[in-house]
């Protein structure tokens, strides 16, 4: 081959190599820059909307309002709607042409920062409050197997009188009096559709008005299938704290049950020299008085489910709940809860005090003035008349000398 011939074959490799460089600028001009923006971004894009919701994996608990819909969409954490799979190209669309005036790597941090860690740090919350109720379980069994027999027992319409019943969301609830019971009552008539909000629902109407239904009300096939299938629950609180409370409202306030029925033979039976007025009617029961009665084997009236053991109340040693809820974390606990049956998202726990609002919420410092009126002696046998309950729902010792 002469050198001319060389020349030329070098020359048309050139022109064509010259060429094809022309027509590949031509075509990244006339390329559509929200779209490369958006192929840049879309797999980053897809990863946030389709972030995995807690208690997808074994052992975690579901947020019902974090997890996929039922029709096989998505949840966007960061406009707090569902994506359908049919609308989800759409949607990403939107979002990156919304976007595109940043560049892709000051958008990827943007994305997450607003998105992922927010969820990150609501997978961390539920988790941990998914942990809290795992331990409160695990000691609860074990001091029910350490303090209880193993031999079964069955289970009655007596160890489910307290328990209310709402069907809509299958929740069994357990009253425990002066733990948050009235406002537990108010969400679960929200719940069933009985109240458009709990800031209208009295007092009277919530306790008296026996719109709620009890389980001890169905029959024994009822009752052993909702026991089985719904998620059973109940709150719990300090015990000193509680009888405290308790004694606050029933006693230091007028009372035309409890002064007369409670407060008379108390009087008669723990007071000297006690005046005509004070056995009339009942009125101005002491603490002192009123432990004396508590813990008289031979008391001159019964229990009463405001001082009673939520071990009797609730028999969590033969009902195996779901949920441990805590006065002490109410708020939290409360709407956890709320979180896990997936309720109406404007349903939260209500804050207020209905009775005797103007007055202080029992707290430790004021269940230490109580008690500090009474002797070490009265003290260790208060502690040990609530001993389960301290050891089934992990409270410490209220006062350093009881053991």
């Not at 994506?83 to 943007?110: G, L, N, Q």
């Not at 990150?120 to 942990?131: I, S, T």
């Amino acid at each position: 081959m002469t050198s001319t011939s060389m020349m030329k074959l070098t020359c048309m490799f050139s022109f064509i190599l010259l060429f094809g460089a022309a027509g590949l600028l031509v075509f990244i001009h006339l390329q559509d820059p929200e779209e490369v923006i958006h192929q840049q971004s879309l797999g980053k894009s897809f990863l946030i909307l389709s972030l995995p919701p807690l208690g997808s994996q074994e052992g975690q608990w579901p947020s019902p309002r974090d997890s996929p819909t039922r029709m096989g969409g998505s949840w966007d954490p960061l406009s707090g709607t569902e994506v359908h799979p049919a609308r989800t190209h759409k949607r990403r669309r939107r979002f990156v042409i919304k976007k595109s005036v940043i560049p892709a790597a000051a958008s990827d941090s943007f994305l997450k920062g607003s998105a992922v860690e927010s969820e990150e740090r609501r997978d961390v919350k539920w988790r941990g409050l998914y942990e809290t109720q795992r331990e409160r379980k695990r000691i609860m069994r074990e001091t029910c197997v350490k303090y209880r027999s193993n031999s079964k027992r069955i289970i009655t319409p007596y160890h489910v009188s307290r328990i209310f019943v709402e069907d809509k969301y299958r929740i069994l609830y357990c009253e425990v009096p002066k733990a948050g019971c009235s406002n537990w009552k108010r969400v679960l008539m929200v719940l069933g559709g009985l109240a458009p909000s709990t800031k209208v629902l009295q007092h009277n109407t919530v306790h008296y008005g026996n719109y709620l239904k009890r389980l001890d009300g169905f029959d024994r096939k009822g009752i052993n299938r909702r026991l089985s299938t719904y998620t059973k629950m109940l709150f719990v609180r300090e015990p000193f704290e509680k009888l405290v409370s308790a004694f606050r409202d029933k006693f230091e306030h007028p009372n035309t049950y409890y002064h007369p029925v409670f407060g008379r033979p108390i009087i008669s039976k723990y007071r000297l020299n006690a005046t005509k007025e004070a056995l009339r009617t009942g009125a101005g029961v002491t603490f002192h008085e009123f432990i004396q009665y508590l813990l008289d084997v031979h008391r001159p009236m019964g229990m009463d489910i405001h001082w009673d053991h939520v071990n009797r109340l609730c028999s969590p040693c033969l009902i195996d709940y779901d949920f441990i809820g805590k006065f002490e974390s109410m708020e939290e606990d409360a709407n956890f809860f709320l979180h896990l049956i997936n309720a109406p998202q404007n349903l939260t726990f209500p804050r207020f005090k209905d009775r005797h609002s103007d007055e202080e919420r029992t707290t430790t410092q004021i269940m230490q003035q109580y008690f500090t009126q009474l002797s070490p002696s009265q003290r260790q046998r208060s502690y040990d008349f609530y001993y389960m309950d301290y050891m089934m729902f992990n409270y410490s010792k209220p006062f350093e000398d009881l053991y």
